[in-house]
């Protein structure tokens, strides 16, 4: 069964950094594209940034371009988030999400539990 | 980018059947998948429907998925409403390297 685990979540104030973590202990990680997605309080969903199997390409919302950056290591089954210059609306719950074998974007199968950033001012 | 857009919410009664709509503002929406993900409270999204109308193992027969190229839309119709359904819709869609969900549609069984 796939499972996803974010971690590294947290309280911390406008301006600063966090990195999230997000460890896949399924099957494909390495062959399959990667996202962020997030959710603001009693809002929708709103994706984020991904990532293609080889590291080579990302791709950002235009709300945290510049400012966030996704990574991962295919050795540790391991996605990450960089987020810089954090302000309050970038406050939510932070999921990580697979997409489908060899494919950048489309259906993402699966999807973590979450782990929620607050951003105070 | 373009725009997905949802109704706010929809409610009808056990047993009925409910259609939540998903336009898409620009681009063909026959030209790229379209999946519909539910999503109860506290928890997170799980997949209804993936590639138009393909139903992951597991989400019953009562959830079917359809697109209709005249007015540039998706549809996601569940047939013979339980109490168990009353949850978030979100339908999400693709182009080139941009993901974008609608604004997700709350699904009132009552």
């Known amino acids: 069964q796939v499972q996803l685990v974010e971690s590294g979540g947290g309280v911390v104030q406008s301006g600063t950094s966090l990195r999230l973590s997000c460890v896949d202990s399924g099957f494909s990680f390495s062959n399959s594209g990667m996202h962020w997605v997030r959710q603001a309080p009693g809002k929708g969903l709103e994706w984020v940034a991904l990532i293609s199997y080889d590291t080579y390409d990302k791709y950002y919302a235009d709300s945290v371009k510049g400012r966030f950056s996704i990574s991962r290591d295919n050795s540790k089954n391991t996605l990450y988030l960089q987020m810089s210059s954090l302000r309050p609306d970038d406050t939510a719950v932070y999921y990580c999400?697979?997409?489908?074998?060899?494919?950048?974007?489309?259906?993402?199968?699966?999807w973590g539990q979450g782990t929620l950033v607050t951003v105070s001012s | 980018n373009f725009m997905l857009t949802q109704p706010h919410s929809v409610s009808e009664s056990p047993g009925k059947t409910v259609t939540i709509s998903c336009t898409r503002s620009?681009?063909?929406?026959?030209?790229?998948?379209v999946q519909w993900y539910q999503q109860r409270p506290g928890s997170a999204p799980t997949t209804v429907i993936y590639?138009?109308?393909?139903?992951p193992s597991g989400v019953p027969d009562r959830f079917s998925g359809s697109i209709d190229s005249s007015s540039n839309s998706a549809s996601l119709i569940i047939s013979g409403l339980k109490t168990e359904d009353e949850a978030d819709y979100y339908c999400?869609?693709?182009?080139?390297?941009?993901?974008?969900f609608g604004g997700g549609t709350k699904l009132t069984v009552l």
């Open positions: 620009s681009g063909s929406i026959a030209s790229y998948y």
């Open positions: 999400q869609s693709y182009d080139s390297f941009n993901q974008v």
């Open positions: 590639e138009d109308h393909q139903r």
């Open positions: 999400a697979k997409g489908q074998v060899g494919a950048m974007v489309g259906w993402l199968g699966s």
